[in-house]
């Protein structure tokens, strides 16, 4: 497992480095676990491997702080852990991977029950609710690589460049993945395919 | 200038709407919205449904990583709260225990085949003069059993000549020397003293 980014992944300096919360793993776990939760569990499908990949992550990432050269964002150094722990069970358990993908994947409507306060309507609730549901369903349609990137972009916002930096993708490839994961859940939501 | 009709029929690619969520807008793209109702709207209800996944996935992550422990600091030896050390280290002492006892039964069972050191108190033999430091006398009545040296064996033919004559150099003695007991007219039993300070006898 690799700990520390490929050098020719890293193509600029995009954060200062952060070390304080890199040398406090309650402080890491507490800062980056629901956000790498969510990326792991939408990008396997699966809630509880997911909970093993961030408990791995996490601990990688602690131990292994001193190669964390401060050339990127601690998340995006973090989310490059997660994937390629995605990517070993993957290999190692393919299978079940994809059989879980479908079974056990986070149900919007169990979460969609803790709406925020300000949605304006009972209507407008159960409509953005669809809609989310919507786009969890066309992200199963998809492959890791796009599902992916398109989570690192529109859930985490990430750019592209920490998008090439976490993945190992050049940007053209990222772009591409991104133009099919878009097109994709587009054609899910109704809109017009050419 | 594009009329109505023209923005109509072209409405907007898969790419050009990929970068319009993706946050880059040309100039083209945002002059097609303006006339567009139809890729307007559509690309608010992409965005849209985009921003609600985005808030119904947070917060499921949210209520689901207060649901679990946190992660604590590693304890210095962190290696004895892993079952892995543990059963490690158990294997170790397993194979250590193993080996020892595989090796001292192959020694025992090498020492009988040469016979170097078969010696038992029932064989009879005469040993071989020991030197004085290690020469012990036996308490009256005891036989002497040496078993530190393997003693050469004996025929009973000889064992019953050399203590014949060992015998007979004892009567000698006894009978040439007045000791203070017999000078006071007393009588010691000595029985069974084997031990010369040339060797023993053994029955």
């Given at each position: 497992?690799?700990l ?12 200062e ?30 809630p ?10 996490l ?14 964002a601690?998340?995006t ?28 994947a ?19 609730q159960m ?56 097109k994709a ?10 | ?7 109509e ?101 090498a ?51 050399d ?41």
């Open positions: 497992m690799q520390a980014l490929d050098p020719d992944i890293i193509a600029c300096v995009t954060a480095p952060t070390l304080t919360e890199l040398n406090d793993i309650e402080a890491l776990d507490r800062i980056y676990r629901s956000r790498l939760l969510r990326f792991v569990a939408y990008s396997t499908g699966d509880d491997l997911a909970e093993t990949v961030v408990q791995d992550c601990l990688k990432a602690y131990n292994g702080r001193d190669n964390f050269r401060g050339d990127c601690v998340y150094w973090l989310a490059h852990i997660a994937l390629n722990l995605v990517r070993d069970h993957q290999r190692t358990r393919k299978f079940q991977f994809w059989r879980k993908v479908h079974s056990t986070p149900d919007i409507s169990e979460m969609s029950q803790v709406l925020p306060s300000h949605e304006s309507s009972p209507e407008s409509l953005a609710r669809e809609r989310a549901q919507q786009v969890s369903i066309a992200l199963e349609t998809l492959s890791l690589k796009q599902r992916t990137v398109f989570l690192m972009r529109f859930i985490e916002e990430m750019d592209l460049q920490e998008i090439c930096q976490a993945t190992g993708m050049q940007i053209s490839t990222v772009k591409t993945h991104l133009h099919r994961a878009v859940v587009r054609f899910k939501l109704g809109g017009r395919i050419e | 200038m594009n009329t109505q009709s023209e923005i029929r072209s409405h907007l690619t898969d790419e050009q709407f990929a970068d319009l969520l993706l946050g880059t807008n040309p100039s083209a793209v945002q002059a097609h919205l303006k006339a567009c109702t139809q890729c307007a709207e559509e690309a608010e209800r992409v965005s849209g449904a985009i921003g609600s996944f985005e808030q119904h996935s947070r917060l499921w992550a949210e209520r689901r990583a207060a649901t679990r422990p946190a992660l604590a600091r590693q304890p210095a030896f962190e290696w004895l709260y892993r079952p892995q050390a543990w059963a490690a280290a158990a294997l170790a002492v397993a194979l250590a225990a193993g080996f020892t006892i595989t090796a001292h039964n192959r020694r025992a069972a020492v009988p085949a040469d016979g170097s050191q078969t010696a038992t108190a029932q064989t009879p033999s005469v040993q071989a003069p020991a030197t004085p430091a290690q020469t012990t006398l036996p308490a009256a009545g005891q036989s002497t059993i040496a078993q530190a040296e393997p003693a050469p064996r004996v025929s009973p033919a000889t064992l019953k000549a203590n014949d004559l060992l015998s007979a150099i004892d009567g000698e003695l006894r009978a040439g020397q007045s000791t203070p007991a017999s000078a006071y007219g007393l009588t010691v039993a000595v029985q069974g003293i084997r031990t010369r300070s040339n060797g023993m006898i053994n029955e």
